[in-house]
């Protein structure tokens, strides 16, 4: 094992000048010591230049390029594997680190043993804080109200407002279920524990379940409104916006049915698949007439 304090893993797939400013601010904004630093990039086959141009202007980045998607699963795991960080953070190339960010998150883990995952702040480009980076696991109940739109209605509510935490003031570190796996940073010795990402799972539902594992172990996790990040929102997913939705609903689908399809009766089962292949339906529709 090297001495490296953090790994930090980017899966990237057509978007390389986002790559490459994701690549610049981890290695300017970060706040973690070049020597102490390990970043690994994994190439989905984007066939855009990123793969060149992380040769030519990061040389010392550990490169792995694929000759097909493996999906975000899969890439992540490969660069896992291969990772020798005490820390190991998995990061989207949507995103740019602001403000020492990463140091902020290794220092929280440094000072809460029993922390297993914690991530950060994601931002809009307005500099604007996103919902999606605290949020509860999708039990039917917590994802009923938020599909119902209940939480846009009651934000306040700690009954509707579970889904993205959006009763709580974000301004203070929570304590959450989940974190969004766009900025997830986990300790080596929880991984260990827990095990790798589920390849199940391509994407979507890969850091809620995850997540979950985490809990089931008695690790906690927390969100650490101080590591603040820029989020380019969903720039790989809108190359193919089809196939997006499709692998968004069937894989929560899929989540679904490992972790709660046993521990409810078969009614209660058979409405939530209506209502996956109703949200599926209703999103295409968009979709289709999006691009019309």
Same mark, same amino acid.
């Given at each position: !094992? ?25 290695? =300017?904004?970060?706040?973690?010591? @070049? ?11 984007? *066939?855009? %230049? ?20 493996? %999906?975000?699963?899969? @890439? ?7 990772? =020798? ?9 949507? !995103? ?12 929280? !883990?440094?000072? +809460? ?29 917590? @994802?009923?109200? +938020? ?33 969004? *796996? ?20 391509? !994407? ?30 969903? =720039? ?16 929560? +689908? ?7 399809? +046993? ?30």
């Amino acid at each position: !094992m090297s001495g490296h304090l953090l790994s930090v893993i980017v899966c990237s797939y057509k978007v390389r000048e986002l790559l490459r400013d994701c690549l610049n601010s981890i290695c =300017q904004a970060g706040g973690i010591d @070049a020597d102490q630093l390990e970043i690994i990039v994994v190439d989905n086959a984007s *066939g855009d %230049g990123s793969v060149e141009m992380v040769r030519r202007e990061f040389p010392a980045v550990r490169l792995i390029a694929n000759a097909d998607n493996r %999906g975000f699963s899969k @890439a992540n795991n490969q660069a896992l594997r291969i990772a =020798q960080g005490r820390y190991l953070l998995l990061l989207n190339p949507d !995103m740019v680190v602001l403000d020492d960010a990463l140091a902020l998150l290794t220092s929280f !883990m440094e000072e +809460h043993p029993a922390a297993g995952v914690c991530g950060g702040d994601g931002l809009s480009p307005e500099l604007i804080s996103q919902p999606q980076f605290t949020r509860a696991i999708p039990t039917p109940l917590v @994802a009923l109200y +938020h599909f119902l739109g209940l939480d846009r209605f009651f934000p306040k509510s700690r009954r509707f407002g579970r889904y993205n935490y959006t009763f709580a003031d974000r301004t203070n570190i929570l304590e959450v279920e989940a974190v969004s *796996g766009s900025c997830m940073l986990v300790r080596r010795a929880a991984m260990k524990q827990v095990g790798l990402l589920d390849e199940r799972f391509p !994407m979507y539902a890969e850091d809620l379940d995850w997540c979950l594992r985490f809990s089931q172990a008695d690790w906690k996790l927390f969100y650490v409104p101080a590591a603040r990040f820029v989020h380019h929102h969903g =720039q790989s997913s809108r190359k193919n916006p089809v196939w997006s939705s499709k692998q968004f609903y069937l894989t929560m +689908h899929s989540f679904y049915v490992k972790h709660f399809h +046993h521990k409810y009766p078969a009614i209660v089962n058979a409405l939530v698949g209506l209502g996956v292949l109703t949200g599926l339906g209703l999103k295409l529709l968009t979709v289709y007439l999006k691009i019309r």
